[in-house]
Structure formats: C-alpha cells, structure tokens
Antibody
Framework: QVQLQQWGAGLLKPSETLSLTCDVY????????WSWIRQSPGKGLEWIAE???????NYNPSLKSRVTMSVDTSKNQFSLKLSSVTAADTAVYYC???????????WGQGTLVTVSS | DIVMTQSPDSLAVSLGERATINCKSS????????????LAWYQQRPGQPPKLLIY???TRESGVPDRFSGSGSGTDFTLTISSLQAEDVAVYYC????????FGQGTKLEIK
C-alpha cells in the first residue's frame, strides 16, 4: 500500500516561496501520477499541479506563473514550490497519488501553510 | 473547467436513517468508449484528508461499508448512506476526473 508523508514550512511571510516535499513509501513510484492540491475555507479543494513519473507536468492555469513541481525518482519524492505567496495562499496543502484515469487514491496527511506578515 | 455542484450544503439525519447527497456536473463525465462515469465520492472527517469512498460513480473502494452506495450517470449523481452511523458524521465531496480534476463544494452531514 502506498503511503505519503509530506513536510515543509508552515508559516510564511508575503512574497516568500512556499516549499513542500512529499515522500512516497510502498508501491511503485513510477507507476503513478502525483499531484498537489490545497483546501481553504474560501476556495474548497483546488488542484494545483500534476507530475508523472517521466517528469511531465500540468499546472492549474490560475497558478501556473508561480508554480514549479518536480520529482526525484531516486528518492521516491516529489516537491512543490509556489512563489510570491500572499494571504490568499493560506490553506492546507495535500500531496496525492493516483493511477492513470483514476481518482485520488492516496493522500498525504496535509500541511497547514499560513501566510502572514 | 467542469463545475461540480452538490446539494444540499448541509444535512442532518437521525441515526439509522437514510442520508442522500446529490452532485451535478456542468457537463457529462461519462466516457463513451468504456461507458464509465469518471465520478468519485470522498469522506472527510475533521483534521483528516479526504478518503476515497466510491469511484466510477458506483464502485465502492475496498474496505468501505456497504451502507455507502453511489448511483447516477452523465451529469447527475447521488451518494446514499442507507443507515446512518455516528462515525459517518463528516463532509462529503464529489469529484470528477473526466477532464482534469474538480471537486464539489462539499456537504456537511450531521446527526439530527
């Protein structure tokens, strides 16, 4: 069974860069797609970015200019960077994993990221 | 983007009674080549990530109690809990995975 363990800074100042990493345990890292999503009271559950085992990426158009997602297959981990954060980026961020054409099968525990001066 | 709209926003049901949550998509999520609806349901308890309950609109994930069932096709879907238990108190979300991934706004289920 695949398990996801995510980590990263939880308190940022406006204009800083959010950085989160998700470690993947169990299963086949190369057999799945990986994404970051976030959850806030105002916007609900919002998809941010997706990456496949080959490193091909897709980004939410509304965040694309600020988002970078990368994968390190040697460490079975993937990462998210979101630049120039504002209070609107305050949310719980989740890493998720899924098969091709599948819903989100696996979830990280979530990281509350707060942007405040 | 496909917009998912759930109803109601909140619901209070007595223990042992039936709970029904509806989800409507702004366009069909039925893929004609395999006749599958790309629609999932999740349960989220406080402080936890969402948990996958149902996929392909009506297939229960392994380990999910059979009091949970999903139905519908095309643009209209329903999650039914046949006999509400105390541990079912949660927020429920529908999600389409036909074109990218989008969620409904959630339905909060409480005990009456």
């Amino acid at each position: 069974q695949v398990q996801l363990q995510q980590w990263g800074a939880g308190l940022l100042k406006p204009s800083e860069t959010l950085s989160l990493t998700c470690d993947v345990y169990g299963g086949s890292f190369s057999g799945y797609y990986w994404s970051w999503i976030r959850q806030s009271p105002g916007k609900g559950l919002e998809w941010i970015a997706e990456i496949n085992h080959s490193g091909g990426t897709n980004y939410n158009p509304s965040l694309k200019s600020r988002v970078t997602m990368s994968v390190d297959t040697s460490k079975n981990q993937f990462s998210l960077k979101l630049s120039s954060v504002t209070a609107a980026d305050t949310a719980v961020y989740y890493c998720v994993g899924y098969g091709s054409g599948r819903p989100y099968d696996f979830w990280g525990q979530g990281t509350l990221v707060t942007v405040s001066s | 983007d496909i917009v998912m709209t759930q109803s109601p926003d909140s619901l209070a049901v007595s223990l042992g009674e039936r709970a029904t949550i509806n989800c409507k998509s702004s366009q069909s999520v039925l893929y004609s080549s395999n006749n599958k609806n790309y629609l999932a349901w999740y349960q989220q308890r406080p402080g936890q990530p969402p948990k996958l309950l149902i996929y392909w609109a009506s297939t229960r994930e392994s380990g999910v109690p059979d009091r949970f069932s999903g139905s519908g096709s095309g643009t209209d879907f329903t999650l039914t809990i046949s006999s509400l238990q105390a541990e079912d108190v949660a927020v429920y979300y529908c999600q389409q995975y036909y074109s990218s991934y989008t969620f409904g706004q959630g339905t909060k289920l409480e005990i009456k």
